[in-house]
T-cell receptor
Framework: KAGVTQTPRYLIKTRGQQVTLSCSPI?????VSWYQQTPGQGLQFLFE???????NKGNFPGRFSGRQFSNSRSEMNVSTLELGDSALYLC???????????????FGQGTRLTVV | QKEVEQDPGPLSVPEGAIVSLNCTYS??????FMWYRQYSRKGPELLMY????GNKEDGRFTAQVDKSSKYISLFIRDSQPSDSATYLC????????????FGPGTSLSVIP
């Protein structure tokens, strides 16, 4: 079956702009989680959406937001971009909420965002 | 001091070697421990998951947790060039997924 699809793969934006990233989960999966990966901070959890509701949230400012549609596809939006937002943004899909510990999440290839 | 420390490497070993990857942590409330493998230009994939202390084996991989020392390890036996990747440890407390913390990752190269 198809894996997790993230679009676009690469993106260049300027400071102050906003950006929307998309994630299509594995068919049948209802949970989509978003992560930011940078060389300095590593992989950090942003938030999880399950059945169109935000279930868990990491420690990121309100400029980072998301939503999930009825077909489980999710979008993440970052407003007023800062240079420090340059990162690889990964989404992961899972059948159950990631709050259930032994739930395995499958990651997409990520969107590489560069803010200039 | 970061909550989870991991030697970033790079670690280079010959094919067939036993590899030891390690993480230390400071939060004694961590109870769930995971290892992820991330190939270049790919997302992480879950390799092993353990709860509390002890060992867990899966094929050539063994995960070990020593909660008294706040130290976890991943051993790879008979390493293969296909094991070349970045290995991330991750851990969380029993109750809060938003407290999951990832290590920075160790880059491993297995030389044929």
């Amino acid at each position: 079956k198809a894996g997790v699809t993230q679009t676009p793969r690469y993106l260049i934006k300027t400071r102050g702009q906003q950006v929307t990233l998309s994630c299509s989960p594995i068919s049948g999966h209802r949970s989509v989680s978003w992560y930011q990966q940078t060389p300095g901070q590593g992989l950090q959890f942003l938030f999880e959406y399950f059945s169109e509701t935000q279930r868990n949230k990491g420690n990121f400012p309100g400029r980072f937001s998301g939503r999930q549609f009825s077909n489980s596809r999710s979008e993440m939006n970052v407003s007023t971009l800062e240079l420090g937002d340059s990162a690889l943004y990964l989404c992961a899909s899972s059948l159950k909420s990631i709050s259930i510990m032994n739930t395995e999440a499958f990651f997409g290839q990520g969107t590489r965002l560069t803010v200039v | 001091q970061k909550e989870v420390e991991q030697d970033p490497g790079p670690l280079s070993v010959p094919e067939g070697a036993i590899v030891s990857l390690n993480c230390t942590y400071s939060n004694s409330a961590f109870q769930y421990f995971m290892w992820y493998r991330q190939y270049s230009r790919k997302g992480p994939e879950l390799l092993m998951y353990t709860y509390s202390s002890g060992n867990k084996e899966d094929g050539r991989f063994t995960a070990q947790v020593d909660k008294s020392s706040k130290y976890i390890s991943l051993f790879i036996r008979d390493s293969q060039p296909s094991d070349s990747a970045t290995y991330l440890c991750a851990m969380r407390t029993k109750t809060s997924y938003d407290k999951v913390i990832f290590g920075p990752g160790t880059s491993l190269s297995v030389i044929p």
